[in-house]
Each structure stands twice: as structure tokens, then as C-alpha cells.
């Protein structure tokens, strides 16, 4: 993904695999899809309209996936 220097963004980053072409670095998870801008008040908007939601859904599916942990 981009990155433009002032922009609110949140993202989604896997764990280093020394293994895969990565290499002993951490990555945005789903590259692109692991993106989400949070400029626009309310929404987390992504490079994939159909991967764009609210705010708010954003923060529900981060709060189910910590939770499974």
C-alpha cells in the first residue's frame, strides 16, 4: 500500500515470517486490503470499495478478533 505523509490511517500488520520473501520484517496484513484510511469522519475507507465500513465495524471486528485470542 501508499502511504501519504498527515493521513489517518489504521492497519493490519502480520507477524514476521523469515521464511516467505518478507523476510524478518513485519508487513500490512493483505497488503492493500489491510489498509483502511480514517480521514473521512466515520468511516474506514479502503482501496477496495467493497472492503470499506464504518468506523465503528472496524473497531467491532478488531475488539471479536482480540477477543478470540
Not at 500488520?13 to 497488503?31: H, R
Not at 484510511?37 to 477496495?48: R, S
Amino acid at each position: 500500500p501508499e502511504f501519504v505523509i498527515g493521513e489517518k490511517i489504521f492497519v493490519f500488520v502480520a507477524d514476521k515470517e523469515p521464511d516467505s520473501i518478507f523476510g524478518d520484517n513485519y508487513y500490512i496484513a493483505g497488503l492493500e486490503q489491510g489498509k483502511f484510511n480514517l480521514d473521512e469522519e466515520g468511516k474506514a475507507i479502503n482501496k477496495d470499495p467493497n472492503k470499506s465500513l464504518t468506523l465503528e465495524s472496524l473497531i467491532g471486528i478488531i475488539n471479536r478478533i482480540h477477543s478470540d485470542e
